[in-house]
Structures are given as structure tokens and as C-alpha cells.
């Protein structure tokens, strides 16, 4: 199928209240520009240079979300572009990011990346590192940044049972964290499901899926 065809198919799978984010990362701007003139507005990147160069190359009401490991150095090249930051992954990070607008003027939302995937090499918060940074936030708030949910990743793996267990454990986490939270009204998302794996998450409660595989085919690097 062309992408267009995936992306309609895609679409009609999907339950409104659900945001689709179309992973771009590796892709070119011209395979970018085929979804875009099918009508989609929201893409992801996981990388700050790629990330800032297609920003600035691409049609301005693009709503640009960033998805991938964010170091310090990098924050100027992804912040003042992303209307949403998934992957903040550390304290360090969070603070780094609050720092950064309050220098510039800025407002940046963002989601804490929580880590339930069996390998080491994905980031984020534990469940318990996470709730502990929420309730010190909330006696002493950022100033700039909007914490808006959590963002998870299940292990890639063909076990269902497992991913479903993930994802299950994600979601409990992000409900009990949002009744927790009230004074928030924006921690409301849990962006949860990838190509492989978003027919669960949109079963188990996800508000965001993060698909690129799926609609754009397998990725050559660029
Ligand atoms: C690459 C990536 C995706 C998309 O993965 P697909 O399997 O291509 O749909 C989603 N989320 C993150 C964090 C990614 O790095």
C-alpha cells in the first residue's frame, strides 16, 4: 500500500480521541511531504539535528513532536521548535528544559519516559522515580514547562501477554498519577503503541500513538 492508503487505513482504526504521531525519523522530506499533502499535520523526530533542519525546511503548521533521548547540549535545538517532548528521561533533563525557557521566554510542554521494557538500553524514569519527581513538582513547580503525561515503550519482543503486561502497567501508573494530580489539568496523555504493538495500546488506554514503520515502510538512514 502507498502511504496515503496506509494512513487513511490507519485512520479509520484509530478512536478520535487518539492523537496519531507519524515517526519520521530517517525519512526524507519528500516522503514526509506525501502524508503531509494527504492532509497530516503531526510529526515526530528522535534526533535534534535532523529534527531542527526538517523543521526549518518544512511547512510551518507542522506540529513537530520530539521523541528521541535528549542530551543537554541539544535542548536549544529541539525546544524552541516541539510541542511536545516525549522523552524527557532525567531530572537533570527536566530541570535543564525549565532553565531554558525561563531564559528565553519559552513555554514547552513535555511527558516523563517511563522505562517497564526488559532491555537496558531504553531510558527513562521507574515507576517510583517518577512519582517521586511528581510529588516534589508539585510543592515546588516548574515555571516554564507543563508536564502533560508519560510516554512508554514496550519491549520489543513477540510475546502479546508481555506487551500487553507493559502497557497495563503504564497505564495504571499514568491513571493513578493523573487522580493523584489533579491540580494539573494537562497531565492527561499517555503516549503509548508503535507500529508493531498500537492495536494494544489504543485497547489499553493510550491517547498518543507514535507509528512510523507502519505508514512510511522500513527506514533507510538517510
Ligand atoms: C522509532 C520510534 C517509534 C516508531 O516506531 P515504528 O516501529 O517505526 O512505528 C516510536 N517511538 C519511538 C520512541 C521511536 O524511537
Not at 101 to 117: F, P, R, S
Not at 173 to 199: A, T, V
Amino acid at each position: 500500500m502507498s502511504i496515503i492508503e496506509e494512513l487513511s487505513a490507519l485512520k479509520k482504526e484509530i478512536p478520535s480521541g487518539v492523537k496519531l504521531v507519524l515517526v519520521s525519523k530517517f525519512q526524507s522530506e519528500e516522503t514526509i511531504m506525501e502524508a503531509y499533502n494527504a492532509g497530516h499535520r503531526i510529526f515526530a523526530e528522535n534526533y535534534p539535528q535532523e529534527f531542527e533542519k526538517k523543521v526549518k525546511s518544512l511547512p510551518e503548521d507542522i506540529e513537530w513532536h520530539f521523541i528521541g533521548h535528549l542530551q543537554s547540549s541539544k535542548i536549544k535545538m529541539v525546544v524552541p521548535y516541539a510541542s511536545l517532548i516525549h522523552s524527557v528521561d532525567s531530572e537533570k533533563l527536566l530541570y535543564e528544559i525549565d532553565d531554558y525557557c525561563q531564559k528565553n521566554g519559552l513555554k514547552t510542554k513535555v511527558l516523563l519516559e517511563i522505562h517497564v521494557a526488559r532491555e537496558e538500553t531504553k531510558h527513562g524514569f521507574t515507576m517510583d522515580e517518577a512519582e517521586e519527581l511528581l510529588e516534589k513538582l508539585r510543592k515546588e513547580p516548574l515555571k516554564c514547562v507543563t508536564l502533560c503525561g508519560i510516554m512508554g515503550m514496550a519491549t520489543l519482543t513477540d510475546d502479546n501477554i508481555e506487551i500487553q503486561r507493559e502497557f497495563t502497567l503504564l497505564y495504571s501508573f499514568y491513571s493513578r498519577m493523573k487522580q493523584r494530580h489533579l491540580q494539573w489539568p494537562e497531565f492527561k496523555e499517555l503516549s503509548m503503541g508503535m507500529s508493531e504493538d498500537y492495536k494494544y495500546a489504543v485497547r489499553l488506554g493510550s491517547t498518543i500513538l507514535r507509528i512510523g514503520t507502519k505508514v512510511f515502510g522500513k527506514r533507510e538512514k538517510l
